[in-house]
């Protein structure tokens, strides 16, 4: 900058010193040492009524001059303040699209369990595997004595020892029936042929107490196959057998739950596959998604289309193959897929 242009601009500054009166300059050098407003208010032609017991001064005005300069008007002193905390007194509502269905009498049920007189049908063979016990790798013990952890002693299961029975069956001898479509939240999504279930291997949460168990869906009952208004609805179970019980758990959901006895009273939901976390339920099983990631695309659910392909073709070939006195489910024709099981 040159020196010529300095000029004007310190002419400038001393005009404005000149106008700021000798009150104002007392009251910035009061404000700066932070004196109280009463101690200066006479020098700023304040009365001093017109300040509380405690005020100071505001910045950056002064009556006196009309300048934005410090020392003019009253300013409340700050007040100690601590964050506000978000303390809710309910528990979070956590959204779900399948709720629980609560308090709900479970009894415990086994592959391989054979006819008895409370039990006259057997679990040889479930309502969509006639090779259950088979597949499964035998006889699914349950006596606390011949179990290590959660599988039998005698052999590793082929399927994932933690299953269930729900009392509704989606397939009829003449295939899928027309209740399924409506009912069944995710048909729509993994319907493919008629007569082959979309129920086979879902999965859901079972909660007594303070703990929680995961399992697959591999048969039907207890005692009902059409009770979808219980299933899929908010209605109590239809049945009135073994105490109203509209679960039937394996001996693996017995043990990890604590059952007292033979049976018990949980809450249960429906959960999708990405819901499942880490646990027993997912190390066993040629059914497993998580043991056997051949029966996804990913891992997590997705069904392959091949994989969909050669299930069919494997069907076809096994219907080809079965006796004439036989259904596709492999039950004698005078012995439906919704035959219940009378007892548990």
């Not at 410090?70 to 303390?87: E, M, N, T, Y």
């Not at 969509?128 to 699914?140: A, E, F, I, K, P």
């Not at 196959?225 to 959901?253: C, H, I, M, Q």
């Not at 976390?277 to 997590?300: I, K, M």
């Amino acid at each position: 900058m040159k020196r010529s242009s300095l000029i004007p601009l310190l002419a400038s500054l001393l005009l404005l010193a000149a106008v700021a009166t000798p009150e104002v300059i007392l009251a910035q050098a009061v404000q700066a040492n932070g004196l109280p407003g009463r101690r200066v208010v006479s020098s700023l032609g304040i009365h001093p009524g017109s300040l509380s017991d405690g005020d100071s001064l505001r910045p950056l005005t002064s009556p006196a001059a009309g300048l934005l300069i410090p020392g003019a008007f009253p300013l409340s002193p700050p007040r100690d303040s601590l964050p506000k905390v978000f303390a809710p007194t309910q528990p979070r509502q956590v959204y779900t699209r399948f709720p629980w269905k609560r308090n709900i009498v479970t009894t415990v049920f086994w592959v391989g369990e054979l006819p008895t007189a409370n039990n006259p049908t057997p679990n040889t063979k479930s309502a969509w595997d006639r090779r259950w016990t088979s597949n499964y790798g035998g006889y699914d013990n349950p006596k606390p004595t011949s179990r290590v952890g959660f599988l039998p002693k005698d052999f590793t299961p082929g399927q994932n020892p933690f299953y269930f029975a729900l009392p509704y069956n989606d397939i009829s001898r003449t295939g899928t029936k027309a209740s399924a479509r409506a009912v069944i939240p995710w048909f729509e999504k993994t319907f493919y042929r008629s007569g082959r279930t979309v129920l086979k291997g879902r999965w859901i949460a079972i909660r007594r107490g303070d703990l929680t168990c995961y399992a697959q869906w591999e048969d039907v009952g207890p005692f009902e196959t059409d009770d979808w208004e219980y299933v899929f609805g908010d209605k109590r179970p239809k049945t009135k057998g073994n105490r109203g019980a509209g679960l039937d758990v394996s001996p693996a959901v017995r043990d990890f739950l604590e059952f007292p006895g033979g049976y018990a009273t949980v809450d249960w939901r429906f959960v999708d596959i990405d819901e499942v976390p880490d646990g027993p339920w997912r190390q066993h099983g040629a059914n497993n998604p998580f043991s056997n990631v051949s029966l996804t695309e990913n891992g997590t659910g997705g069904t392959s289309a091949n994989i969909v392909k050669v299930r069919e073709l494997r069907d076809r070939l096994l219907v080809s193959q079965a006796r004439p006195d036989e259904t596709e489910t492999g039950r004698p024709t005078g012995e439906t897929a919704s035959s219940p099981r009378l007892a548990r």
